[in-house]
């Protein structure tokens, strides 16, 4: 074999047969080395950022994705609560005209059973049916005696069935307002998971630039969109000018407003716990449908027409949600020397003996969004369904609601200062 060496440079030249190979010495090796090792640097980082941007835009497509999905399945669950909020406006409608009935039936029974009592009613007709001097005579008065009992009896029968649409109205709000809170709990579900894919975004992307950025802030809007939404369309109401209720003391304050059953507490008892939880306008804690409601009304002198209709109130109070537990005082009327009678109300309403309002504590935040809405209150087994029509200082918001004399009439109670200070359950409507 023929072997030619050239010298060549640094290098060597080396034939071997018809081939030639270049050999490089150790510095020119060292060199080549370095030299890729710069390109590789060069070119690395390029490769680095392509795959960094690709990994952003596929991020962003998937948290797009999931908020799209989640901000429509927050619309339909937020539509079926305000047809739900639209059923429980008129059912409490419904329950509140029952509820006018109710006590009207009361009033009219009670005053039959006061008429009776009062004309010995019953030696009267004693007397009726011995003084008859014939049996056609005797007919006749016993006939009268029969119809004398008879409208006595229908009125008794009307009250039991007014009592029944009450009750009835009340379980059907209770059922109502029951799906309401579930809608809304999956609401606020809904809102936290937005918010959580955006809050996974940004962390994933925190160097994110340029059109990443621009996503980014349009996820953080559509979150925001879905955490603004309400579904009880309510807004700050006005104050009437005419307003002359709110600057006083509940009359009911020094009495300790005991009674058989209440959990009562007298005066600022409960101030510790402010307005923060018992004046949370918005519901909780957990009550029924109480249909021994005020239908313990129609009872006159003689029990006649009392519809204690025992539906029991632990059956269904289990179920029922939205409830809170908070003390309420009483004020307004004849028996409060604290207010005018008649006086006004923040919403212009007036505030009298029968009037069917509560007022709210100003302490609590958004507390004029209140004003108009429905509330239903319980206690000591009878429920009833009032209007936030008024707002005040309230112990500085140690108290939930200051209740108007219609409505502590309703729950049994004849003044203020009977009503003193009582732990209720209520829930907004």
């Known amino acids: 074999m023929e072997t030619n060496t050239y010298a060549r440079g640094a290098g060597r030249f080396v034939r071997q047969g018809a081939l030639i190979r270049h050999t490089y010495t150790p510095r020119q090796r060292i060199g080549g080395v370095v030299a890729c090792a710069a390109l590789s640097l060069v070119l690395l980082p390029g490769a680095a950022y392509a795959d960094s941007v690709a990994d952003a835009q ?10 799209s999905s989640i901000v429509e399945e927050y619309n339909a669950t937020k539509s079926q609560a305000d047809e739900l909020q639209a059923q429980i406006d008129e059912t409490t409608q419904t329950a509140a005209d029952a509820q006018t009935a109710v006590l009207e039936g009361r009033e009219e029974l009670s005053k039959d059973a006061v008429a009776h009592y009062r004309s010995n009613e019953s030696s009267q007709l004693l007397t009726l049916l011995l003084s008859a001097d014939s049996v056609s005579e005797l007919f006749e008065n016993m006939h009268y005696i029969e119809s004398i009992m008879q409208d006595t009896a229908d009125k008794i029968s009307e009250q039991k069935a007014r009592v029944e649409a009450y009750n009835d109205a009340l379980d059907e709000l209770n059922s109502q307002r029951d799906q309401l809170q579930s809608q809304l709990d999956t609401l606020d579900n809904q809102r936290s998971e937005a918010q959580s894919v955006v809050d996974t975004a940004t962390a994933n992307l925190q160097n994110a630039q340029g059109e990443e950025a621009a996503r980014l802030a349009a996820l953080q ?10 579904t009880d369309g309510s807004s700050n109401v006005a104050i009437s000018s005419n307003w002359n209720t709110g600057d006083h003391d509940e009359a009911g304050s020094d009495d300790t407003g005991s009674s058989s059953g209440s959990s009562s507490q007298a005066g600022d008892q409960g101030s510790s716990n402010g307005g923060s939880s018992n004046a949370n306008a918005n519901s909780n804690a957990n009550s029924g449908s109480n249909s021994n409601s005020n239908a313990n009304s129609g009872s006159s002198g ?8 025992s539906k029991n109130d632990s059956s269904s109070s289990e179920s029922s949600t939205g409830w ?7 004020y307004g009327g004849s028996t409060d020397p604290t207010t005018p009678n008649p006086g006004y109300t923040a ?23 209140l004003l108009g809405r429905s509330v239903e209150i319980k206690y000591n087994g009878k429920t009833v369904i009032a209007t936030i029509n008024d707002c005040g200082n309230m112990g500085g918001g140690s108290r939930s609601l200051d209740l108007q004399p219609g409505v502590f009439k309703a729950l049994g109670y004849s ?13 907004i409507l």
């Open 58 to 67: 596929s991020q962003l497509s998937s948290a797009e994705a999931q908020m």
């Open 221 to 230: 809007q559509q979150a925001e969109s879905v955490a603004d939404a309400s």
């Open 302 to 309: 003689s029990n006649s027409g009392s519809s204690n209709s």
């Open 324 to 330: 809170k537990k908070g003390l309420a005082s009483a």
């Open 347 to 369: 919403t212009g309403a007036i505030c009298n003996d029968s009037s069917m309002g509560v007022a709210v504590p100003m302490s609590l935040p958004g507390y004029r969004s």
């Open 415 to 427: 003044s203020c200062q009977a009503w003193g200070v009582r732990t209720v359950q209520y829930r």
